[in-house]
């Protein structure tokens, strides 16, 4: 096997991997592509010149052949250092395996389950496409060491992936997949699997399908729609089913889904971008809802894990941003569905007089808008941060599991990019509960004659402008990221704009220093490479994407305006951009 160095020797590395793929490789469709590579240099040097590792998210790549690329052998290898790095917590493990719609989703499911099974692993695995909240649910309700999801979450047609799940259902902490990372860096892509000895994968009862939904109604007690028309799309992904199932559960009559969207299609011919951030992914769902005059339009993404939605105005439909939903759902729980299941002592509602076990809290990530803060304040709550990523997120809510012996003060968790989880149940962000509590809320205020941008607007009035806006600079050279990330840390800017910075914080290195002073204070921070620059209220977030060639930029600012807000925000993003001598 070749062993991938660094240095001048890579392109003869590349070289030497792709020969040694021609010569093992049996998988005719792989055969085929490595044959057109041998006359592409650029092409196979992106190939074999380097391996995917996991990310944010997991592991994640375009699919085809090569180490750096998502195939059966790829999927094989990381399989099986999953599973030794399961076996260090569990002499006998077990794992739930799900999958989305995408091209070899199912495939590579199967590959996964028969690499467990001849390494004798217990394998559930889901009989049809699946969204991840499920799975999160499923590991904990068959008591499983870990879980794998097959999907790409909402890249592109192209990419696939595989996202590892630890024993609550959290996907696993950098330290975990490092260890994973390590392990599968030292096997052979090529290896003959163990023989499974008759051993068979068990189908995931539908008895846990069903109790995923009960135990959601139960924790969320989701309430009837009544006034409330929906067009709904999920984007041929695996939302189409389950959400279909909780919103009829949940009385919603006029519910149409976008035709072109409602099946699965592995190339997502109809979906310009199966992706609920982009206003665009919608544009099918906004055309069908204006003939039919519908209130809201949602969309999930392929696996089911993200939402986004508009909502029909005087001129059109007004598409919210992550930080808008979030900090909609924060309000109207903590307004109206925590008031269900604690009385307060007097006729104004708030946690301090609420009979909760625990101080009721939200958890968010450290690029999340800083409005949650202020909502929380408004009724009495309390707000975590953590790094970006709900491994991170859930991992939180696993540590005040331990530390305060149960949950029951949880509110909400999300965070900027789309994704929300209103309930313990799982340990992943949910889009299945998050298109219901979206229509039980948009249904709510239609019935008292407001909107959901009212409310939006509202909540502005009353707390300040907090906004948030993000951007991401691409790279073809991944040197040069961290090359502008080690320049920002060696020398950093004083100003932002016309900005003074006050404090800059530095995950990487553990500390934060002042720098008109230059004073340090080492703090105790999770390590990740992420630097922030703080001005007069409002900070400014960067790091490398754990997925992507990308570095992404966070602005978090509040203003007594919208408009102020948005222009001192899009000063302090300029000013940064120029700083990593990016594109505009």
């Known amino acids: 096997m070749v062993k991938f160095t660094q240095g001048r020797g890579w392109l003869v590395e590349a070289q030497a991997a792709y020969e040694e793929w021609v010569r ?95 390494l004798g692993v217990k394998v559930w695995i889901f009989s049809e496409l699946m969204p991840t909240p499920i799975l999160s649910f499923a590991i904990r309700a068959l008591g499983c060491s870990g879980g794998i999801m097959v999907t790409a979450s909402h890249n592109p047609a192209a990419y696939n992936g595989f996202k590892a799940f630890g024993r609550t259902g959290t996907q696993l902490k950098d330290v975990d997949t490092e260890l994973i990372s390590r392990e599968a860096g030292g096997l052979d892509f090529f290896a003959a699997g163990e023989a499974t000895n008759g051993l068979q994968a068990e189908m995931v009862p539908q008895a846990i399908i069903n109790n995923y939904f009960e135990t959601v109604q139960k924790e969320l007690v989701l309430e009837p729609i009544k006034n409330l028309s929906l067009v709904y799309t999920p984007l041929n992904g695996a939302g189409n089913k389950p959400v279909k199932r909780i919103l009829k559960s949940m009385q919603l009559c006029d519910l149409w889904v976008v035709p072109q969207q409602e099946w699965p299609d592995q190339d997502f011919r109809f979906c310009s971008s199966p992706n ?107 707000v975590y941060k953590t790094l970006t990523g709900f491994k991170n997120i859930c991992g939180k809510m696993d540590d005040l599991g331990r530390e305060k012996g149960g949950l029951d003060g949880f509110l909400l968790a999300f965070e900027e990019s789309f994704g929300y989880l209103p309930g313990v149940y799982a340990r992943d962000k949910d889009g299945v509960t998050a298109a219901a509590l979206i229509c039980e809320m948009a249904d709510r205020y239609k019935t008292t004659g407001r909107t959901l941008l009212r409310r939006l607007r509202e909540l502005y009035a009353e707390l300040g402008f907090h906004m948030s806006f993000a951007t991401s600079l691409v790279f073809e050279n991944l040197n040069l990221m961290t090359s502008i990330m080690d320049d920002l840390r060696r020398k950093p800017p004083c100003k932002l704009a016309t900005y003074d910075i006050s404090k800059i914080r530095d995950y990487k290195n553990g500390k934060e220093w002042i720098p008109k002073t230059n004073k340090e204070l080492f703090v105790e921070l999770p390590v990740s490479d992420v630097l922030v620059f703080e001005v007069v209220d409002a900070q400014v977030i960067i790091r490398p994407s754990g997925t992507e060639p990308k570095l992404k930029i966070y602005v978090l600012v509040s203003g007594a305006t919208e408009d102020a807000a948005r222009g001192k925000a899009a000063l302090l993003q300029t000013a940064l951009v120029a700083c990593c001598h990016g594109p505009a």
């Open 24 to 118: 093992n490789c049996k998988d005719s469709e792989l055969l085929e592509e490595l044959k057109k590579l041998s006359s592409d240099a650029d092409k196979l040097s992106e190939c074999f010149s380097q391996e995917l590792t996991f990310g944010t998210g997991g592991m994640r790549g375009i699919m085809g052949a090569g180490p750096n690329r998502m195939n059966i052998y790829t999927i094989r290898r990381v399989t099986r250092a999953f599973a030794s790095f399961l076996r260090l917590q569990d002499s006998c493990p077990g794992v739930v395996i799900g999958y989305d719609s995408r091209r070899n989703s199912k495939r590579f499911a199967n590959e996964a389950a028969i690499t467990l099974l001849g």
């Open 276 to 382: 609920p951030e982009d206003p665009k992914a919608l544009d099918l769902a906004v055309e069908l809802a204006a003939g039919k005059d519908a209130d809201l339009v949602i969309a999930t993404d392929p696996d089911c894990d993200r939402v986004g939605f508009a909502e029909k105005g005087s001129d059109g439909y007004h598409f919210f941003s992550g930080n808008d939903i979030g900090v909609l759902l924060l309000d109207y729980i903590c307004a109206y569905k925590k008031k269900l299941l604690c009385a307060g002592a007097s006729g104004h509602f708030d946690f301090r007089e609420s009979r909760l076990k625990m101080e009721p809290y939200v958890i968010k990530s450290i690029v999340t808008t800083n409005m949650v803060e202020a909502v929380a304040k408004k009724y009495g709550a309390v």
